[in-house]
């Protein structure tokens, strides 16, 4: 069983900062790609930002400058620092991970969302 729990959402004001953390727990082996999602009322999931086992970055254009995806390998977790926020930045975000299982396997996860809210 690997179960993935997301904390930092809240409410800032535009222009400020939040950290938004997922740890893995359960039967993990490795983990090989992680990322983070978000889903605004009305819109489909888009992918906010990814990081793979060697580090490589992506970012939705949107983010760019503004969002840094990291990972801590030896925690199982994955941070999304932002900063600059907007008021179209506000949705549930979801952390992702693609990972071996201990016993066997692969498999891909979510986290059941974090509400990030940013006023004007």
């Known amino acids: 069983q690997v179960q993935l729990v997301e904390s930092g959402g809240g409410l800032v004001q535009a222009g400020g900062s939040l950290r938004l953390s997922c740890l893995a727990s359960?039967?993990?082996?490795?983990?090989?790609?992680m990322g983070w999602y978000r889903q605004a009322p009305g819109k489909q999931r888009e992918l906010v930002a990814a990081?793979?086992?060697?580090?490589?970055?992506n970012y939705a254009d949107s983010v760019k400058g503004r969002f840094t995806i990291s990972r801590d390998n030896a925690k199982n977790t994955v941070y999304l620092q932002m900063s600059s926020l907007k008021p179209e930045d506000t949705a549930v975000y979801f952390c992702?991970?693609?990972?071996?299982?201990?016993?066997?396997?692969?498999?891909?996860?979510w986290g059941q969302g974090t509400q990030v809210t940013v006023s004007s």
């Open positions: 990081i793979t086992s060697g580090d490589t970055t």
């Open positions: 992702n991970m693609l990972l071996r299982r201990a016993l066997s396997g692969w498999g891909e996860y």
């Open positions: 359960g039967s993990i082996f490795s983990i090989i790609g």
